[in-house]
């Protein structure tokens, strides 16, 4: 009759826990301790088979199943996630996300959260506009933070810090809930967002892969980022990964005049807030109230591949979206704009 030891038992144990290089849990202890008062004389195979069982189960880190705040790009149906529980990058990457309708899976494949419509397509490549596809150009990405973004202050932008601050007080009706950074470039906005603690859940979103692998390489320098409550989803901003009425702010940072279509994703936008719910944008204006009414016309035909808008067709693209409580505040060629949803 084959029999084992408890020794020779405890260093298979031993050996578990080194190789998967987890903490031990105490439910493994106390079958450590039960284990000691069995006579290991007696002890059989199918005990031992049956004890590595329950140790194996044990040994597993939590698998949870919930609906999450993630819904399917095709039919925004909220998703079914499985995996760790937590809303941080780890978590997340280890997760795995299923539309129940459409069947179709999800994952993090290189470490953003893939919520494309074409996610996992093989064969199908879609090219968007050049003001869209330019951003997803690995140079562009890499240089983005690192001195294209500070052009901007020739433009009458005031700088991310102040710019933040400006943003913070239009979300004061939104602390406490979800924001979404769309079209987050580098992440330059997610990460202050996060550190700030203002939100329960931050997630950085871009349709630009490169964009995103910077803000991952951003976050990765800061400790108290890389653990908090963030997320990096790949996504257009004309088909939003979330249930309608389920976010409590949108910032949409330099990112208009590079959109496909603004209507479609202010519209977009005004689907996934909740009622209250704050859209903070800002961008580049193509002229200024100053500018006489004449050159207007010129301007629009030098904006080149950008969308650049008078601050009147803003005002009237985010009151025709559905937006009320418009205000907006302007400086040389920049504009920040809040609106909330009625
Ligand atoms: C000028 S950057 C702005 C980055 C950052 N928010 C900031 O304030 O500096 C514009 C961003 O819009 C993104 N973008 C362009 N088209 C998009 C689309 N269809 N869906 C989502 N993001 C888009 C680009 O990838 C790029 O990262």
């Known amino acids: ?36 008062s069995i006579k290991y004389q007696s002890l059989k195979v199918k005990a031992a088979s049956d004890l590595l069982e329950t140790v194996k189960e044990a040994i597993t880190p939590p698998q949870d199943t919930e609906v999450d705040l993630f819904a399917c790009p095709v039919c925004f149906e909220p998703l079914i996630r499985k995996g760790p529980p937590g809303f941080n990058l780890p978590a997340i990457y280890r997760s795995g996300f299923k539309c129940t309708k459409c069947k179709k899976s999800y994952s993090s494949k290189n470490i953003y959260l893939d919520l494309t419509v074409i996610a996992g397509a093989k064969e199908y490549v879609e090219s968007q506009p050049s003001r869209t596809e330019l951003f997803r150009s690995p140079l562009v990405s890499f240089l983005y933070e690192r001195g294209w973004r500070q052009n901007f202050n020739r433009s009458g932008f005031p700088g991310p810090d102040e710019e933040f601050n400006m943003a913070q007080e239009y979300f004061k009706p939104a602390e406490g809930g979800t924001l979404i950074d769309v079209s987050c470039g580098s992440g330059l906005f997610s990460r202050k967002f996060a550190k700030s603690g203002t939100y329960s859940k931050v997630v950085a979103l871009d349709f630009s892969e490169n964009m995103l692998r910077q803000t991952y390489d951003f976050i990765k320098l800061d400790d108290t980022i890389s653990n908090s409550n963030l997320a990096l989803v790949r996504a257009d901003v004309s088909r939003l990964p979330f249930a309608s009425g389920s976010i409590d702010a949108v910032h949409a940072g330099a990112a208009l005049h ?31 109230s100053s500018t006489p009414a004449i050159l207007r016309q010129f301007d629009r035909r030098f904006a080149g591949n950008y969308n650049f808008l008078i601050e009147e067709e803003i005002e009237d693209l985010v009151k025709s979206c559905g937006f009320t409580n418009y205000t907006c505040k302007v400086q040389q060629a920049f504009i920040m704009f809040s609106a909330q949803k009625p």
């Open 258 to 288: 590079c959109w496909p279509s603004p209507s479609n994703a202010i519209a977009e936008i005004n689907r996934i807030l909740r009622s209250g719910g704050v859209f903070v944008g800002t961008t580049f204006l193509r002229s200024t």
């Open 1 to 36: 009759m084959a029999s084992t030891s408890s020794s020779s038992l405890n260093n298979l144990l031993h050996i578990h826990h080194r190789t998967l290089s987890i903490p031990k849990f105490p439910s493994i202890l106390k079958q450590t301790q039960l284990r000691s």
